[in-house]
């Protein structure tokens, strides 16, 4: 992916905000489609809020953001030094119940995107949401 913008932020909800409005710009700027760039925003800040929320878990931490183009599309990459959770996470069925209170997050994430890619590198979690156009 070819960086073109970066943001660091605290992992706290406030700072979500911030990143919802930097994947918009960013998104704006590449010339994605209206609604590309609205589900950008809302994978973003779905990964936003659950690393805040579960992967942090209240304690202190940051969120990288990088957004750029690559060979699959337009890409937002979500860094952080949370715990670690099973790769899998992104292939079990998520809950589409219109009741439940959790586990949509997955579900959200496969609706606004095109492709998903997570892994661990070193301390780090890195989470890319890519949209073809």
């Known amino acids: 992916m070819a960086i073109e913008a970066r943001l660091s932020v605290d992992a706290t909800f406030e700072q ?25 925003e809302i994978a973003a800040v779905e990964a936003a809020n659950n690393i805040v929320f579960h992967g942090y878990s209240g304690s202190a931490g940051s969120i990288e953001v ?48 095109d492709a998903l890619e997570y892994s661990r590198i070193g301390t780090r979690n890195h989470l890319r949401l890519i949209k073809a156009g």
């Open 66 to 113: 990088s957004a750029g183009t690559g060979p699959q599309g337009f890409c937002v990459e979500l860094v952080d030094d949370a715990p670690g959770f099973a790769e899998h996470t992104f292939d079990a069925p998520a809950s589409t119940s219109s009741v439940a209170e959790s586990g949509r997050g997955v579900a959200i994430l496969r609706a606004c995107t």
């Open 16 to 40: 979500v905000r911030e990143i919802a409005a930097f994947v918009r710009r960013a998104a704006e700027a590449a010339g994605l489609a209206p609604a590309a760039v609205d589900d950008l």
